[in-house]
């Protein structure tokens, strides 16, 4: 079953740390994406990537790095967290061969920072 | 306007019935078009994809596609209380990239037994 696995699914840090967020995908997927998800904001994108050691700014970049070193791999880092980052982060991965199909979804991870 | 725009319910209907959940979308290059199903708590998966104008039907659900009008509509036939989820339209705009989708905000369904 082909997946996209986030590392931790619950975290809580204070504030100033800095936060890593790792996303594995076993589809050889080109393309992934971290998102955050709040109430009543629906989902925003923070950055992508299409290809390793590439990157872009989605919607919402502020306060956020990315890392992509690996194919499979997509790291989201907050550089110092603070506690209006705290939501839900969704990571998802695609195919470019397959683009019209649609993303697939990690199972997300939800940051509190206090 | 949103890009992306759908009803945030809930919409409520009796189990047995017809749930219709409706999406307009604001860029006409769009291409392709995407509903998803979050559970509450749980991280979206992709239920249905069209791209050519007019229905596609998968099992108790149909996408139906209308370019001119900018709309796209899922309809869930027979609907189950395991239904009960929020859906989320998401749409590949032309100005946003071929592999970037924008995401409506949901719409809420309730199922009632």
């Known amino acids: 079953d082909v997946k996209v696995t986030q590392s931790s699914r619950y975290l809580v840090k204070r504030t100033g740390e800095k936060v890593f967020l790792e996303c594995v995908q076993d589809?050889?997927?080109?393309?992934m994406f971290w998102y955050r998800q709040d109430p009543g904001l629906g989902l925003r994108l923070i950055y992508f990537s299409y290809d390793v050691k590439m990157k872009e700014k989605g919607d919402i970049p502020e306060g956020y790095s990315v890392s992509r070193e690996k194919k499979e791999r997509f790291s989201l880092i907050l550089e110092s967290a603070s506690t209006n980052q705290t939501s839900m982060y969704l990571c998802?991965?695609?195919?470019?061969?397959?683009?019209?199909?649609?993303?697939?979804f990690g199972s997300g991870t939800r940051l509190t920072v206090v | 306007q949103k890009e992306v725009e759908q009803n945030s319910g809930p919409l409520s209907v009796p189990e047995g019935a017809i749930a219709s959940l409706n999406c307009t979308y604001s860029d006409r290059g769009s291409q392709s078009f995407f509903w998803y199903r979050q559970y509450s708590g749980k991280s979206p998966e992709l239920i249905m994809f069209?791209?050519?104008?007019g229905d596609k039907e998968d099992g108790r659900f149909t996408a139906q596609l209308n370019k001119a009008s900018q709309y796209v509509s899922l309809l869930i036939r027979d609907s189950q209380p395991s239904d009960s989820a929020t859906y989320l339209c998401?749409?590949?705009?032309?100005?946003?990239?071929?592999?970037?989708?924008?995401f409506g905000t949901g719409t809420r369904l309730k199922v009632l037994a």
């Open positions: 069209i791209y050519s104008n």
């Open positions: 589809m050889d997927h080109e393309n």
């Open positions: 998401a749409v590949n705009s032309a100005t946003s990239g071929t592999y970037k989708y924008i």
């Open positions: 998802a991965s695609s195919s470019s061969d397959r683009a019209g199909y649609g993303y697939t």
